[in-house]
């Protein structure tokens, strides 16, 4: 008789899974009163994300009510804007950074790793994938959240249907195995797993946020390494290491 598979031995085996998230950086528009909207490269926004020790929530509009949320109260869509991560495995972490058919945006090789653990207690969650026949009594929930009086809709209940997104035919992105944290993280160094950058501005963030940094266009064999150094400097076990 074959003996079952502990937890730790099924997820070790098991290289589609990963304990960790990722939030990639891409470029974008910022709004500064005085100056109006400027264009901050990724790099930049990864860089402002450290100093300020925040990721911050902005969008609402990848979620399933996002096109209606656009003639909604700033009110109502503030509880839908979240912070988006990734568990899609560290080694293939490259393959978002591509041009994708149907994006409209181009994610770059810039961004912070977290340990899953981590980011679920902190209020992340994973995203609910549903189709437009699944989603039909989650409509009816939004727009009582949008008839509410005086707009007091129910925080619980928009941070319920903020992780919803649209999967079928027509939009299908649920190999992103998406992750959101609704409202934003407020993060320490510490708390960052690791930090993602190209080869050449390693020793630049390294050095300003003694954050370890690999670079995900590396193979899993290098980013091993780089890991494997990691543990035996700060004395980590192997369970600390995802791979």
Known sequence: MVEPLSADEFFAKKRDFSPLLVHLTRDCKDYIEEVGSIRMSAKKVLTQILDETTLRAFSYKYCL???NLESQSSSLQDKFKVVCFTETPIDQID????PLHGRKFKLEPYGLVF???Y???QGGNPVFYTTKEIAKPLWELYWRQCNEATNQSSDEICKLLALVTLCDESCDWHWEREWRIVGGLEFKLTDIYCGLCPEEEISYF???????????????????DKLVNLSKEKTLTADDIPF
Do not use: A, R
């Open 95 to 98: 393959v978002l950074t591509k």
């Open 119 to 121: 980011v679920s207690e």
């Open 206 to 224: 390294e050095n300003k946020y003694g954050v370890i940094f690999i670079d995900p266009y590396w193979g899993i064999n290098k980013i091993l």
């Open 65 to 67: 009510f996002g096109p």
């Open 115 to 117: 340990n899953k653990k």
